[in-house]
């Protein structure tokens, strides 16, 4: 048994000199060390020996099995990275499945709602969402130093030129090109400098709609948003229409819809009123009309600004906007 342990030590270093790649280093190692290995059995084998035999040569075989060990790390480490590659990469191993995306959930909405206007004969353009301050306010009717120039405080970039706060700027831009009669809406994303809640984001969407024509009148602009958010939500849905002051409309209203979160019972979304905010809107100020080059005596019309984000936490029972923009996956993979 002495003499075939220093056999084994000697083939088992001239097989490691031998090694060129790990495959063959993963063998080396079953043949060696494995549980039927070589020098396993013979170690095996030593509780058979008489007693005073045992001692020395189970000291002999640990020598010769450490020598081993110690002879294979060091080809192991011999071995450059690229044979080592080589020897793990497995070409006809299947591939990981590959997980498939879908449009996020206010994309879709977005589909949706683009989808409703088109059918009503809307046509859909889209704005910068860069803005010069003369767009995003003065040309609203929002001249500098106006109060409500402090509620769509935003982000100032370089050249003067601000983050659009709402879409309504878009109603300015298309009319530059167009002449009544437009049915057109403008959804896009929106900025603003505000704090954080289950209710408020500082980015967020909103869908502007614009029509314009002779004779338009408060109930076109009402039966037209409660259409649409029939549309959405189904003939049950509650509404409610409230004055609203915005400089660029003349009367201004804002559209709520019982909260579905709570059904009306009050929660953090709806800040514990039972309604939330869905939309503003209004009547086109005369003053506006004129910066659009329209006269306002021949023409009238409506403006609203979708909040799509609010919309869309209703249409899914989402109890905090904020989700949205989260990138959880286990948030969007629900939709
Ligand atoms: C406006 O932005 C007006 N431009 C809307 C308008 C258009 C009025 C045309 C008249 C005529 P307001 O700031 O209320 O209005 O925002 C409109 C909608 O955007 C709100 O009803 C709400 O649904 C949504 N919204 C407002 N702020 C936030 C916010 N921080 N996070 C998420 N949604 C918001």
């Given at each position: ?100 995306g879908h449009l996020h959930p206010l994309t879709q909405f977005l589909d949706k709602v683009m989808n ?8 859909v353009?889209e ?60 959804p896009g994303r ?14 967020f969407y909103?869908c ?100 799509i984000d609010?919309l869309m936490?209703?249409y899914h ?7 949205s923009y989260?990138g959880?996956?286990?948030f969007l993979?629900?939709f």
């Amino acid at each position: 048994m002495k003499e075939q342990l220093h056999k084994i030590k000697q083939r088992g270093l001239e097989d490691l000199e031998k090694i060129s790649n790990m495959k063959q280093m993963r063998s080396f190692e079953v043949q060696y060390f494995g549980r039927k290995g070589e020098l396993s059995q013979v170690m095996r084998r030593i509780k058979d020996l008489p007693k005073n035999e045992r001692p020395a040569l189970g000291k002999l075989a640990n020598e010769v099995k450490q020598a081993l060990n110690i002879a294979r790390s060091k080809a192991e480490k011999s071995l450059t990275s690229k044979q080592r590659e080589v020897s793990v990469i497995d070409l006809t191993w299947p591939s990981q499945p590959h997980r498939l995306g879908h449009l996020h959930p206010l994309t879709q909405f977005l589909d949706k709602v683009m989808n409703i206007f088109t059918s009503m004969g809307f046509e859909v353009l889209e704005g910068q969402e860069v803005e010069t301050p003369e767009y995003n306010f003065d040309l609203l009717n929002i001249p500098k130093n106006h109060p409500s120039r402090d509620a769509w405080d935003t982000f100032y970039v370089e050249g003067g030129m601000l983050m659009r706060t709402h879409t309504s700027p878009v109603q300015l831009r298309a009319m530059k090109k167009k002449r009544p009669p437009v049915r057109l809406i403008a959804p896009g994303r929106v900025f603003r400098h505000e704090a954080t809640d289950a209710g408020h984001e500082t980015t967020f969407y909103q869908c502007e709609g614009l029509v314009i024509d002779r004779s338009i009148t408060v109930s076109n602009l009402i039966s037209t948003l409660e259409q649409f958010l029939k549309e959405v939500y189904g003939p049950k849905v509650k509404i409610r229409v409230r004055p609203e002051y915005y400089p660029f409309v003349e009367p201004g209203m804002d559209v709520d819809m019982q909260c579905l979160i709570c059904d009306g019972q009050g929660c953090s979304v709806c800040h514990q009123r039972g309604w939330l905010e869905m939309l503003g809107s209004g009547m086109i100020h005369p003053k506006v009309l004129s910066n659009m080059n329209i006269d306002p005596e021949k023409f009238s019309g409506f403006a609203f600004g979708l909040g799509i984000d609010r919309l869309m936490m209703l249409y899914h029972g989402i109890n905090d906007v904020r989700l949205s923009y989260s990138g959880d996956l286990r948030f969007l993979e629900q939709f």
